[in-house]
């Protein structure tokens, strides 16, 4: 099975902290992407990525950016964290004309 | 554009019951759709793909219909475990695209 690793369940920050998220995955999965997830918006994409190096925006890419320097690794950086970032974020990666496999998520609380 | 609608719910039967979620999307020439699952607090995982032909896995039976453009969910014989949210998703843009996810419709089965 695909697995798809995020850092950390939990993260407390204080505002104006830059954060790092990571995901990991072990599949040589070309496609990872990272998502945020709130109550009553579903899902949203906010960077994705098709190789290494290679990065596109998504829906909601402000405030944020990504860096994927080897295949199996996404980063997702908060560059100046603020309170309407907390969320749960949820990293995925995906083999060709298949479905996502979701990390377990990073719930996300900027105080 | 890319729209993916879903009736949110809840949908509250009994145990045993048969129930039915639709989907509808807009703008999309893909071959296969998906349905995952999530349960609360966790990340949304895999459930079924959607083909031309339809799908079926136990209990669970997934249909597609292009001309008229949504994506149903049949589930039978309803178990307290299948209480979740259940997520439609679409793809867009070939085998490299991207997924668009349905804000879900929640489902609780009673005893």
């Known amino acids: 099975d695909v697995k798809v690793t995020q850092s950390s369940r939990y993260l407390v920050k204080r505002t104006g902290e830059k954060v790092f998220l990571e995901c990991v995955q072990d599949m040589d999965h070309e496609n990872m992407f990272w998502y945020r997830q709130d109550p009553g918006l579903g899902l949203r994409l906010i960077y994705f990525?098709?190789?290494?190096?290679?990065?596109e925006k998504g829906d909601i890419p402000e405030g944020y950016s990504v860096s994927r320097e080897k295949k199996e690794r996404f980063s997702l950086i908060l560059e100046s964290a603020s309170t309407n970032q907390t969320s749960m974020y949820l990293c995925?990666?995906?083999?060709?004309?298949?479905?996502?496999?979701f990390g377990s998520g990073t719930r996300l609380t900027v105080v | 554009r890319k729209e993916v609608e879903q009736d949110p719910g809840p949908f509250n039967v009994p145990e045993g019951a048969t129930v039915a979620f639709n989907c509808t999307y807009s703008?999309?020439?893909?071959?296969?759709f998906f349905w995952y699952r999530q349960d609360c607090r966790k990340e949304p995982k895999l459930l079924m793909s959607?083909?031309?032909s339809g799908n079926e896995d136990g209990r669970f039976t997934a249909q597609l219909n292009r001309a008229s453009q949504y994506i149903s969910l049949l589930i039978r014989d309803s178990k307290l475990s299948d209480s979740a949210t259940y997520l439609c998703v679409v793809p867009y843009g070939g085998s490299q695209g991207n997924l668009i996810f349905g804000k879900g419709t929640k489902l609780s089965v009673k005893p």
């Open positions: 703008n999309s020439a893909s071959q296969s």
């Open positions: 995925a990666s995906r083999d060709r004309g298949h479905g996502y496999t």
């Open positions: 990525s098709y190789d290494v190096k290679m990065k």
């Open positions: 959607v083909y031309s």
